[in-house]
């Protein structure tokens, strides 16, 4: 039974359970899609998208390119296999992983409901105006709310009112997503849109802890305490639980990692492949980089995304994307979609200490598929960071004057 790994197996082990170091299908359809979100076990979803919006991006980064209108059809369907909820931060679950929430949902409306003065407390009759809208309508976006509202009700009953209940109601259960459209989510009554097996699925909290930190190990292969409790924000004692019975079932085996300094754990079907041979930009919420003390722990990568950040303030860039090649994280690369003028725009390219000479070459491949999956018809090349002028090269394009 192996009881030690070197830093790089355990890098291995973690990339290739987030399902890197595959062969590539050589067309990507449902089948693919959905077995990459299983294997993940959730999508993050973040509505920046000077590039891409994220949820798109861990898919891409591992099968390549794919019709993101069937990954909507899919992942956004009224009654489909997934369904939205605060699983790690907003993130598309599996609908079989809904009930595992149950009791994160009857513990937010404990808490926002018992806040003297709190808007749950404060807005009883907005709420159940809410509940009695979506009953009668059905799956409503917020502005469609807004305005039927607005009508009829008077400023009080404006967007950021509807909204704010909205969101209450969906982070307690009862309101769930029917889908989105142009990314704005449609609320509907729970009970319209899961199957009944779902709504009435009462699962412990104990138990629910143990399955969702099952999924998990098993999608990151090997970890700390602090690494599989984060994936689906779990707090650290009922994690530690969750692991001594997982470790009693013989899902887990207790490992210790060079260099880590704190106990880790192995999942029992973990893969620990000689090498891994990719190429990869991540988005800044791809589960392998979004604990960022996991990816400086396990890459030597220090990472914060800049999005918020002043201009004059930033390192690397406004979005800036780790770029993975085979088994390390070597640099990072800010990109822009220029869809009025259909370019892709590296706005900076940096290369981290150690990275291999030929990492231009290895990146370039992938921005030419970046842009063409796209839909754009060119790329540009601004000329900030050390890595610039190489990627340029590699494409044969000039490297762009600042303010081109």
């Known amino acids: 039974m192996i009881t030690t790994l070197t830093a790089a197996q355990a890098r291995r082990i973690a990339l290739a359970a987030q399902g890197f170091g595959r062969p590539r299908p050589a067309s990507v359809g449902t089948r693919q899609l959905n077995s990459a979100i299983d294997r993940l076990g959730l999508l993050q979803l973040d509505s920046v998208n000077v590039f891409e919006r994220s949820h798109y991006l861990p898919l891409f980064a591992r099968l390549g390119a794919y019709d993101r209108g069937q990954l909507d059809a899919l992942t956004f369907a009224r009654k489909g296999r997934y369904i939205e909820y605060w699983a790690h931060e907003a993130a598309i679950i599996p609908v079989e992983s809904w009930p595992l929430f149950r009791w994160k949902m009857a513990a937010l409306r404990a808490r926002y409901s018992s806040i003297a003065g709190g808007w749950v407390e404060s807005n009883p009759t907005m709420l159940d105006w809410l509940r009695a809208e979506l009953a009668e309508k059905g799956p409503l976006a917020a502005s469609q709310i807004e305005h039927d509202a607005g009508a009829r009700k008077g400023p009080w009953w404006g967007w950021s009112e509807v909204k704010t209940g ?6 307690f259960g009862e309101v769930v997503t029917a889908g989105r459209t142009r990314f704005e989510r449609t609320y509907a009554l729970a009970d319209a849109v899961l199957p009944s097996h779902i709504l009435d699925a009462e699962v412990p909290k104990d138990e629910a802890i143990r399955r969702l ?6 999608a990151h292969g090997i970890g700390t305490l602090s690494d599989l409790a984060d994936y689906f924000r779990l707090k650290q004692e009922p994690a530690k639980a969750a692991v001594r019975d997982l470790v009693d079932s013989g899902e887990l085996i207790p490992v210790t990692v060079a260099g880590w300094n704190r106990p880790a754990w192995l999942h029992r079907d973990a893969r620990m492949p000689r090498r891994i041979e990719t190429t990869a930009l991540l988005s800044p919420f791809d589960p392998v980089v979004w604990q960022r003390g996991r990816a400086e722990r396990m890459f030597g990568f220090h990472y914060r995304i800049e999005i918020y950040t002043p201009p004059a303030k930033r390192v690397f860039g406004y979005y800036t994307l780790p770029l993975l090649v085979d088994d390390r994280l070597v640099g990072r690369v800010d990109l822009k979609s220029d869809r009025q003028n259909r370019v892709l725009r590296v706005q900076a390219a940096w290369t981290e200490a150690g990275a291999p000479p030929e990492t231009a070459a290895r990146l370039a491949p992938v921005l030419r598929e970046t842009a063409a999956w796209q ?26 004057e600042p303010g081109a």
């Open 166 to 171: 909205l969101e209450y109601l969906f982070m």
């Open 213 to 218: 930190m099952s999924v998990s190990a098993a």
């Open 375 to 400: 839909g754009l018809d060119g790329i540009e090349v601004m000329g900030r960071g050390d890595l610039a002028g190489a990627i340029a090269a590699e494409l044969g394009v000039p490297v762009a």
